[in-house]
């Protein structure tokens, strides 16, 4: 939005052949998100994993209310 509103567009872009243009920004989020989400899916598994097996299947079924 502040490149719209400043520059009149977005001015760190990349354009790959003549296939598609994306900016750094969309760079920055996905090499950020794709780690931060593997860090939520092995902790969440670790979790899993230390719980006693009868709590485990309720958790693993989505049926806990605490």
């Known amino acids: 939005m502040i ?3 400043f520059w ?3 001015l760190d872009y990349i354009q ?3 296939w ?3 900016d ?8 950020i998100a794709i780690p ?10 670790v979790r899993l994993q230390q719980l006693p097996k009868e709590r ?4 693993e079924l989505g049926l806990s209310h605490g």
Do not use: Q
């Open 24 to 31: 750094l920004k969309d760079v920055y989020l996905t090499t």
């Open 3 to 5: 490149d719209d509103i």
């Open 20 to 22: 598609f243009i994306f």
């Open 56 to 59: 485990r299947k309720v958790e």
């Open 36 to 45: 931060v989400g593997g860090f939520f899916i092995i902790t969440h598994e």
């Open 8 to 10: 009149g567009g977005s």
């Open 16 to 18: 790959l052949f003549d």
